[in-house]
């Protein structure tokens, strides 16, 4: 039977299983070793041999069940692997050093294992980020490995972007201790005895450099405070010493602060550019965070970050409340500034026990999310919530009978309050659970719809159409954020339409008219052809769009396809007649006298600026 120490390489056939050689089990008899992978980095580590590039001995295995690396066995790219890692390999005995290496956007340490002055064995690690990924950076190492550009919405590029995000981050500043690190851990496996002094040096970069340097270690804690259900014998009174040490706290976290950026018009639906943007944001509230007093910072999924912290228990509740809500503002401007938008906090209630906190989360979120609703940028959740009613759902029933009679009397204050009721319930009653507030939202706008159509507020093929796009957006959505930003849309809407059916209804058919021109925009498309399909006389068309939008139909569609030649330009080699080709221009010298007049410079400088 095949040990679980010993991988054989996966870029070759299965070899026969091996013994297990007694250095390896020196090695890994040692918590320092263990923990340092698992606990401080996230990385994955073998030691190969020196006579069998094949046979792989696992120091550590990927924390995560997908990994880059499987996209380059996907687009045939084995043998680059190979190649690669064997190149390394050679490099490393040849110089007795180590070898960083980067291969498809992505970083690998590889270091020789000496003994007397031979390299008998190699130590390699990875693969790892070394800065914060850009779109453009994604995006050119998805046509180097795929050999084409990514399709708008590819969902095999949206993946591989969430994996290459999975992938830890050692920045330049943790970077030279995790060389260090390694080195010892090689000398660690060429020599007989451990020295205790390596041990100690291996603890003291783990505490001192790797702890505030790389994020795996914080966010793993908070991790484990929102998910655990059931508190062992060890979560005492008092924190544990390397809590206190690593961490900088004296008492444990009883407080939530869930934070997210706003995202508006095309970001708001650019799920790639979402992905990256919380990824950026995530680590700069990880460094962020070392400014703070007794808090640490970690992932809200792929949405946000959060922050435990506690206000100083000798303080009163009005003064812990204003203790908490100065740090919110300071995390709000520090994001702010970042990102040049607006950020949303919400916080739950300050005296949680150790145990209760996966409560705090929850009512973070529940704050945050009523904070996105209402537009408002720091929500404590004790105001929303002072007294906590029991959960069912007679109480979203009774607000989404009163909703919807109130926009079929076109009662715009009742409207605005019942929403905001309807809202805050069906948010406590989902309980996190996007697919729980999808089922809700879309409830309520069927029945909304019902009474347009009896109303026949908006023709039936208008009628069929609309009841197709909530279906295909709603099932798109995947994240609450999502789903409130939709449902708010589609609400102003059905209000616009009691309130005002025939302005509901030609606004209805704009934007359906601007939808048509946003996914058809590569392809040759005519006034004509979009005032038709939308059911405008080409002269109404044209005046209604300019004053919906503030620019005519030309250009805007000119401002489409620039925008997309820019992209395309910015993340990839193609030439400019094949730009020009897929943005739907109908010739080169065409799109470059377009592309100048829009963009002030022709398509060849604008991508050699960008390169540059």
């Known amino acids: 039977m095949k040990n679980d120490s010993i991988n054989n390489n996966p870029l070759m056939p299965d070899q026969p299983a091996t013994p297990i050689p007694s250095w390896l089990l020196r090695v890994l008899s040692h918590n320092s070793v263990i923990n340092l992978f698992t606990d401080y980095i996230s990385l994955p580590c073998y030691v190969v041999a020196r006579d069998n590039l094949n046979l792989w001995y696992t120091l550590s295995l990927p924390t995560s069940d997908s990994s880059p690396f499987q996209f380059e066995m996907y687009f045939g790219k084995k043998e680059a692997r190979a190649k690669y890692n064997n190149g390394c390999l050679e490099l490393a005995a040849q110089t007795q050093k180590g070898v960083l290496a980067q291969h498809l956007g992505l970083w690998d340490y590889f270091v020789p294992v000496m003994k007397e002055g031979a390299c008998v064995a190699y130590l390699f690690s990875g693969s790892f980020l070394r800065g914060m990924p850009t779109i453009e950076m994604v995006t050119q190492q998805f046509i180097e490995m795929a050999g084409k550009a990514p399709a708008v919405s590819d969902p095999v590029f949206n993946n591989y972007v969430k994996i290459f995000l999975k992938t830890p981050l050692v920045d330049e500043e943790a970077l030279p201790d995790f060389k260090k690190m390694m080195e010892i851990l090689a000398q660690m496996i060429a020599d007989e005895m451990l020295p205790p002094e390596k041990l100690e040096q291996i603890e003291r970069i783990k505490s001192k450099v790797l702890s505030k340097g790389l994020t ?323 002269s109404r068309f044209s005046r209604c769009f300019k004053e919906a939008f503030g620019v005519g139909f030309s250009n805007y569609l000119l401002k489409l396809r620039c925008d997309h030649a820019k992209r395309l330009l910015e993340t990839t080699r193609l030439s400019i007649g094949t730009v020009a080709q897929d943005c739907g221009f109908q010739s080169t010298s065409y799109f470059i006298h377009q592309f100048k007049r829009h963009v002030g410079t022709t398509p060849q400088i604008y991508r050699l600026k960008k390169v540059e």
């Open 216 to 538: 795996n270690r914080m966010w793993n804690y908070v991790k484990v405070k929102r998910h655990r259900l059931s508190w062992g014998a060890w979560q005492g009174a008092e924190l544990a010493p390397w809590d206190r040490d690593e961490f900088k706290l004296k008492r444990h976290p009883n407080t939530v602060l869930a934070v997210t950026v706003g995202r508006e018009g095309e970001d708001a639906t650019n799920e790639v550019k979402a992905m990256l943007e919380a990824a950026r944001m995530q680590w700069d509230c990880f460094q962020f965070v070392h400014e703070l007093s007794e808090t640490v910072s970690g992932q809200m999924d792929d949405q946000g970050a959060f922050f435990l912290t506690s206000p100083d228990p000798q303080k009163s509740a009005s003064q812990a409340r204003l203790q908490i809500r100065d740090m919110a503002i300071s995390i709000e401007e520090f994001l702010r500034k970042k990102f040049k938008t607006s950020v949303y906090v919400g916080v739950s209630r300050l005296d949680h026990a150790a145990e209760e906190l996966p409560e705090a989360f929850r009512e973070s979120i529940l704050a945050l999310h009523l904070g996105l609703h209402h537009q408002k940028n720091l929500v404590f959740y004790q105001d929303q919530y002072s007294v906590e009613p029991p959960q069912n759902e007679f109480s979203v029933l009774e607000w989404s009978s009163k909703l919807v009679d109130a926009c079929s009397r076109a009662e715009e204050k009742e409207i605005r309050l019942m929403r905001e009721e309807y809202v805050r319930e069906v948010l406590r009653i989902s309980t996190e659970k996007p697919e729980v507030l999808k089922v809700y939202f879309l409830q309520l706008l069927y029945q909304l719809m019902e009474t347009v159509q009896k109303r026949a507020l908006v023709i039936e093929s208008q009628f069929a159409t609309l009841s197709k796009e909530l279906s295909e957006q709603y099932s798109r959505a995947l994240t609450t954020s999502e789903l409130l930003s939709l449902f708010r849309t589609h609400l102003e809407f059905f209000t616009s339409l009691f309130l005002s059916p025939l302005r509901g209804e030609r606004n209805f058919r704009l934007d359906r008219a601007k939808d048509y021109i946003n996914q058809n925009f590569q392809r040759d498309l005519s006034l004509s052809e979009v005032a038709s399909r939308t059911g405008f006389s080409i």
